[in-house]
């Protein structure tokens, strides 16, 4: 029966696996016949699904030996079991890393039935992977280096998933995603350039389908998220949204990239590194043309990219040895020689401009010495350095701990530590107020720990151990001592971390290495519980065989997390790491693979997190009723982050966007989204609609008022009413005593009616009606209230100013004459010409005013500016409009008609007057009733009308409209508005 193994994804090298794809092909889903199976998308797959050895032959196949007989979905090699047969195709796959797997069973004996997949890379190297029914073995011909491995069993008459993954120099071997055997290769090769089948002799293999694919790192727990700049905009305000795809951590690190510079030719000077999280500081050699060297230091971004470099030196050697950065300052500390003794240790200090601050050198005073600066530390305003000191005895070396003051910009003492042979201190730390030099003993037996000082140079402990051995590196947990080195009490080199409490207890111990090799840790530095230790590993068979490596430890636990070489052909050594938050690790050090046999500085990244540079994706944002608003796409940057912008337009319609983006990684289909809010900028407006004109008012008269509360956003014109917003009314006297408060509440239209009656007891003059109560605002409208004046016996009004009385003649008119004569002045009297003919005789003769007092009345006033606004008016109208007697109206025309200010032309039984500027109209077509009502029909056909529109649709005098239009409005006959600028006109309830 046949089993379906699905393909299982394992972590290789540097944390590398394969990208899951679509499950397992069964026999017979494949294509057949041409075009054949490479894809231009990044892999190549092949269904043996064919009919004929001619179809695959057409397919690119090359079909050898006794028959390999297609069956329709899978190919049988050597069906007859004699000399063996195989199938081979070239490709051209430029894969650095990748996997080949087969599904494909044996059959027959269970010796000598071979299975075997080969492929080949560029220079005629070539890999292949066999199993017969006894063994699965592995061939390697690495540029004429052949390997051998073997000792697998496998099951015959069965279906198997045979695979080989490279990763680097490293290939890794499975069997139904077993893991059979991993060879560490030494060469580098990119790409396959042919794909190989092929069966053994007394055997037949039936195979299903093959399939190669890149290597990519496993993405882990893949988050994509989408922000946006705020939550809340305002239409014309520009938005930001930014994506960022996010591999958590995915198990493993692996390597990212490197960097190589020309450097000094020895290692111990190259690649102590740190950062401050936005870049990565390194320190390493070069040499001068001169043939001296230079200590150098470089910033660079956290892709490797350079951003300054610096030397610093006197004549002869200067070996910056490590760095730390300290409130924006970098502290570098190392020894140089000027040829002649004594050689000084050096303290330099750069800000991160690359500005050197200062330099200083040290050396045993009066002592010809060799003093060596390793390790430094700041605490408050000191800086204490550990080291060595040639000079303590003939070739004594001893262990130094000097104190540099910032204060003073000097050095202020020094202690030393050792005995019999040569003590050294590499490196050094601070806990809890005190200080931890890492020393050692390079005598045999030598030795190994860290001694304790107080920061006023008092030796508090002394704690060694074993023989033979170094401590390199010292550092803190923030509770306890991590301590780093190389350990051969065994006879064997190993790689050490040592955990101990500061009273010297020791806590825990991890060797890496063992027998016939040859491994040390440079560095140590610990990061969320993990304690890692960069150095280098080698085999002591191979001669230049130095890896860098970096292992990481479980600091509760023991436990080892992570390890990890890289390296070429020659030898690689890691001096330093730097790590950066949870994801990141830099080291730096010296390599010799990648030049000309000459020591290299290099830089390598590794991560835990997947390669996220590059990736399209698309933004898309949709209004609030869902339809599209924007589409903009944008791709990847280095550290997963993808954004875009744009401005919302100003009549963007208020509400909540949905934003969504979409991204393809290495086939993964991720979506994420996030909203925003558009809210227009509402202004609040307060608007009052009245019937308030210039004119005088009386007590007691109505004054119509209308108000509105609601918001309005220009932009778009656009208004937004507010219902049960309570707007209150004062109204104050010229003195600005309140005579009266009111309120009423706005109803679903935003408006609401605050119509009132003048006070009958109030003082003459302007009064103020004050409108608030809606969003701090309010509105005045000013009013002039006059007193009524006394009236005569007469009935008619006082005049206000003193001018001479009509007299009538007291000639008494008796008999039949008289009754003749009032007869006749009754039925002349009946028109407005026999009324202003009958009494207009009688006034000049006893009227006494010159002209320049003529327009001294109030009365004549105000026929003057009613005659203004409606030319033409006859005496009737003018008459009731003024309220006065046919006497006095006659009184007052003919004095306003002699001293040339008005004219008048009879109309029928009418008599018009005009001012004497205005051209009597020929053809009159609107009597001032006929006129109020066109008006009205305009303002209640066209709500908002203006008084220019009226002017132009009436064909009216500009005076004659604004006088009607006042009229109106003080009848509460219609409602006006300001709109800016312009007054508008609504019929009343209809605004």
Known sequence: MLSKPTVCIMAVMLGLVIVPLNAEPRAGQGRSGPPGPELSDGF?????NYSSAEEMASAGWNVSGPPALPTGSTVILDNDG??????MRNCSLDFEDYTVEVRARWVGRSYGSLCRVSFTGPGGARWSAAADGQNMDYMFDDNGATFRYGNYAPYIDSWHVLKMVKTGY?????????????????????GITAVGIETGWLASSEVDWIRISRVLPDLGPVLLDISSDRQTYAPGQDIGLHMAISGIDTGSYYYEWHKTLPAAQSFYMLGRITSDGEYLYIIGTVDQPNGEVDAWIAK????????????????DENLPINLILQNDTIYIVGACGDGIWPDPLFLLAYNKSGAELWNRTWNRSGIETKDWGTGLVLVGDAIYISGWSLGFGPESIEALLVKFNLTSMRFEWSRTWGGAGDQFSEDIAYLNSSLYLGVYDSGAPGPTGFVKYDTD?????????????GTYSIATDGVNLLLAGSDNETGNHSGFLRIYSENGDLLMEKLHGGAGWHNSFFDVRQRNWIAYCAGTVRDRSIANSSDAVLIGYDIETGEEVLSITWGGDDDEICNGITILGDS???????????????????????????????????????DPSGRPFFNLSNTTGPSGNAAISFSLPVDAPEGAYNCTVSAELHGMKMNGSTTFNVVWLWSPVLDVSSSITPEDYLPGDFIALSAYAGYEYLPTRANRSVSGINLSVDIFDPNWTILATFQNKTGGSGWTDLGFTIPNITLEGVHTVRIHGFEGLSRDIQI?????????PAGEEEPLHEEEPMYVPAVPIVGAAAIGLIAIGVAIAATE?????????????????????ALSQRVRHQIMGYLLDNPGQHFNALRKALKLSNSMMVHHLLVLEREGYIKSQSDGTMKRFYLISVRIPEDRKRTPKELVSAILVAVEERPGITHKEVVERLLVGNEAVKYHMRNLMREGRILSSKKGNTRVYYPVGRK
């Open 44 to 48: 190549f797959f092949e269904d043996f």
């Open 170 to 190: 490293r290939f890794s071997f499975y069997d139904d995603g077993n893991l059979i055997y991993t060879h560490p290769g030494r060469t580098a090769h990119r």
């Open 833 to 853: 010409t026999g009324k202003f003919g009958f009494i207009a005789p009688f006034v000049p003769l006893y009227t006494r005013i010159s002209r320049d007092k």
């Open 300 to 315: 660079m971004d956290l892709n490797g990219t350079e951003i300054w470099n610096r030397t610093w030196g006197i004549p």
């Open 584 to 622: 990141d690790i830099y080291c730096a050090g010296g390599a010799k693979s990648f030049g000309h046999g000459n020591w290299e500085l290099f830089i390598l990244k590794y991560t835990n997190r997947s390669r996220l540079e590059g990736v399209p994706a698309s933004f898309e944002v949709s």
């Open 784 to 792: 002039n209230v006059r007193l009524p004046v006394k009236h005569g």
């Open 457 to 469: 140079g008092n030796l508090l402990l002394n704690k060694t151990w074993g023989n033979d051995s």
């Open 82 to 87: 004699s000399q063996g047969s195989y199938l």
